[in-house]
């Protein structure tokens, strides 16, 4: 067999394909076996979309070995062509490949048509009516077929140089037979409207496809694309015009003149909205507005149309739960409980050991007692849980609360909405500063009007990953009611977690010089020892003392990524150190990354449609950012990852590794909304930006039993001291403000 290299060092083989082991309509993944030109049997694997028996392809990879199934050809490109003599053709008409023709049909059809076949199947399907058997509607229905598999070569030809097969197995399902049309047009379309596609990719086909820098369709797409990149990256719902200008002017190295007019032309389209705050004129993207201006209309009508009850009833019912859970309430557990009770919309906040719990338990019991529906929810899987296990009652995902369901590609639907609303009466929002714009107001659209909210969350910690700084402006624009506990509770007064993460963050500097508390100081002069250190607390030191509660609930939390004492150069050295190469453990190697069997590893992303089962046989279906879980097995012959997250086992394919990275240690942003036993936190170098008090106070308060912070303490200083917080440019505290008048 002859193999050639193309220019890209991929080996490049042709032939027929002779048997289709395996294939997948929805993602185009298939197994096949390929007759070469010397006449050798070649397994081929990969995306192949559309792949039939008789096909003539020419395919470029790599050679793999499968433990299971020996040598194998994986595929990362290839090219189809159409059978050109009438044997072929009987032959690959007769495999099934397009449907609506069976073998004998197959068989009439060449018979009459011979080696003009597919010109009268793709531009004179009528004549297909001839052919005995063969209705009119049924012609039109194998010529739509055979075209829909022609637009699939022609995309896969297309695109070959600039995304991967699986991305234009996902252009073509969005577009069809006009893929390539569309994209040539405006390639500009693809960042806009295909997941997983940005603006530089497709600004690189629009360079070599001869677009003018300055076309309107560029400019256009490139100040969508800012917008979206401010939102998903610096968490902004909209920015100031000028600022947007410049910015995009830079990008696309083009005059600010164009780009104005190109805002101009966006407003006009109802792309981009503009509003005015202050005098100064900000941009927002049509979702995010609506979004924004949505939530501030909900949440001001849930709190006007909330039945209202009687003063001296709600003391009553406080009282009546004070004797019968034994719990005697402080003034703000109790003022937080009367305002809960009293309005349609309340706000509670507060630190560690304020006992934001207790009125949760309160609340529970008593709107219970009242004989309403109560839904318990919060932003992620982990938080959901603890909420669950301290209030003993079931706390739900917002998107499970929600229904969700969704298609890669597709966008999120949540089947609960304004057309199918949540039968609750009252809904608990916990870890409110972790809901983002688009979260609330998916939340708020499945309201009933009459139910109340309860939104719960630390206003001190990390606002959300997503856009918008939803509990802070809603805290900020004193348009509800709004209860700050601050006494903390004896029992929490005596953990120094809690002391020293009120301490870091009214800025003052956390005691370092206690031994014998649940909060240490390790001193370490550089991050070389650092990394040393947290490496041997890891590996033995804690579980040597603590045991499995160390084994398996110990998280290094650091504030950076990048770096010596960063979570990407952590991880692997903790990987080594934890669970070290062996034969006895099978491993894969994805881009830079070694995921190995017993590895801890990260969800990164949303992924609302894989599927898992637990132990008991009850299934679901999605992971989310941030969720932990640890690799159970790998199946090289399968190219399968078996994962368990919280009794949740999914099958991840080689092709979705890109969701996950090690977690031994992560950034205090993925650390949200979760806790853990015993936290590490080394106190090393790190970009100024990310030592900051609100970053060293979210840290810490991840930790249940024991925080340790290793490393110097001058970064603890200066993270104390550090008091900026990371300004986020939103609307919704004036949206607030101008519903309520």
């Not at 994986?74 to 009987?90: G, M, N, T």
């Not at 929810?377 to 969704?406: D, F, M």
């Amino acid at each position: 067999m002859t193999e050639k290299m193309d220019e890209n060092g991929l080996l490049k083989l042709s032939g027929s394909i002779e048997h289709v082991i395996y294939s997948n309509e929805e993602n185009g993944f298939a197994i096949c076996d390929l007759g070469t030109d010397s006449d050798e049997l070649v397994t081929v694997t990969g995306i192949l979309p559309y792949v039939g028996e008789g096909d003539v392809v020419t395919v470029y990879g790599r050679w793999v070995h499968n433990p299971k199934y020996g040598r194998q050809f994986k595929v990362e490109q290839s090219e189809k062509r159409l059978p050109a003599d009438r044997a072929s053709i009987l032959r690959y008409l007769s495999s099934g490949g397009i449907k609506g023709i069976g073998p004998k049909t197959a068989q009439r059809i060449v018979d009459e048509f011979g080696d003009e076949t597919f010109d009268v199947m793709e531009n004179h399907p009528e004549w297909l009516a001839q052919i005995p058997g063969i209705t009119r509607k049924r012609a039109l229905a194998i010529s739509e077929e055979f075209i829909k598999q022609a637009g699939i070569r022609s995309a896969m030809l297309f695109f070959r140089e600039y995304f991967g097969a699986a991305m234009t197995v996902r252009i073509y399902k969005k577009w069809g037979a006009n893929a390539v049309d569309i994209a040539k047009n405006n390639p500009y379309r693809l960042c806009e409207e295909i997941d997983g596609i940005g603006f530089e990719r497709a600004d690189r086909l629009a360079i070599r496809l001869g677009l003018d820098k300055e076309s309107d369709e560029r400019l256009c797409s490139g100040i969508l694309y800012m917008l979206g990149a401010n939102a998903g990256q610096n968490g902004h719902v909209c920015l100031p015009r000028e600022k947007l200008v410049a910015g995009a002017a830079k990008l696309l190295e083009a005059s600010e003149a164009r780009v104005e007019d190109a805002v101009v032309a966006l407003i006009r389209a109802q792309k981009v909205r503009t509003v005015t705050f202050d005098g100064v004129s900000y941009l927002y993207d049509k979702i995010l507005y609506e979004n924004e201006k949505y939530i501030a209309k909900k949440l001001i009508l849930l709190d006007k149309v909330c039945p209202s009850m009687d003063t001296a009833n709600i003391g009553s019912f406080i009282q009546k739960e004070e004797r019968e859970s034994g719990v005697r309430y402080a003034n703000l557990q109790r003022q937080a409980i009367f305002d809960a009770l009293e309005n349609g919309v309340m706000l509670l906040t507060g630190g560690p050991g304020t006992g934001k719990t207790t009125v949760v338990r309160a609340l529970l019991h008593i709107f219970d007692s009242m004989g309403l529906e109560i839904a318990l929810c919060a932003p992620t899987g982990r938080a959901a849980k603890r909420l669950s296990e301290s209030t003993s009652c079931e706390a739900k995902t917002i998107h499970r609360l929600l229904e969700y369901s969704g298609e890669e590609g597709d966008g999120l639907r949540f089947h609960r909405d304004e057309k199918n609303l949540l039968d609750e009466n009252v809904i608990i929002v916990d870890e409110a500063s972790m809901v983002d714009n688009n979260l609330m107001c998916a939340l708020l659209r499945a309201v009933k009007p009459g139910a109340r909210m309860v939104i719960i969350g630390d206003a001190d910690q990390l606002p959300s990953v997503g856009a918008g700084n939803v509990l802070r402006d809603l805290l900020e624009s004193r348009r509800f009611a709004t209860v700050c506990l601050t006494e903390i509770f004896r029992q929490a007064g005596e953990s120094l977690i809690v002391t020293n993460a009120h301490a870091i963050n009214r800025g003052e500097m956390p005691r370092l010089d206690v031994k014998n508390n649940d909060f240490f100081f390790l001193p370490r002069g550089t991050d070389t020892e650092i990394v040393a250190t947290v490496a041997e607390l890891y590996q033995t030191r804690l579980p040597r003392t603590y045991g499995e509660m160390a084994v398996y609930g110990t998280q290094v939390i650091s504030p950076s990524r990048k770096g010596e004492t960063g979570t990407e150069h952590l991880n692997v050295v903790l990987q080594n150190a934890l669970n070290p190469a062996s034969p006895r453990k099978r491993e894969h190697r994805f881009r830079d990354l070694v995921f190995r069997e017993g590895d801890r590893v990260m969800q990164i992303r949303n992924n609302y449609d894989v599927e898992w089962e637990r132990e008991d046989g009850s299934y679901g279906t999605g992971i989310f950012n941030g969720d932990i879980g640890t690799v159970e097995r790998i199946d090289p012959s399968e190219e399968t990852m078996e994962i368990v997250f919280d009794e949740r086992r999914v099958l991840y394919e080689f092709n979705m590794l890109d969701e996950l990275e090690l977690a031994y240690a992560v950034t205090v942003h993925k650390s949200q909304g979760s806790e853990y036993p015993i936290v590490i936190i080394p106190m090393g170098s790190a970009p100024a930006m990310l030592l900051s008090r609100n970053l060293f106070y979210t840290a810490v308060t991840r930790a249940q039993k024991m925080v340790i912070l290793v490393g110097r303490e001058s970064v603890a200083e200066t993270m104390v001291q550090n008091n900026r917080q990371s300004m986020r440019y939103t609307g919704l505290v004036r949206w607030l403000e101008e519903k309520a008048t």
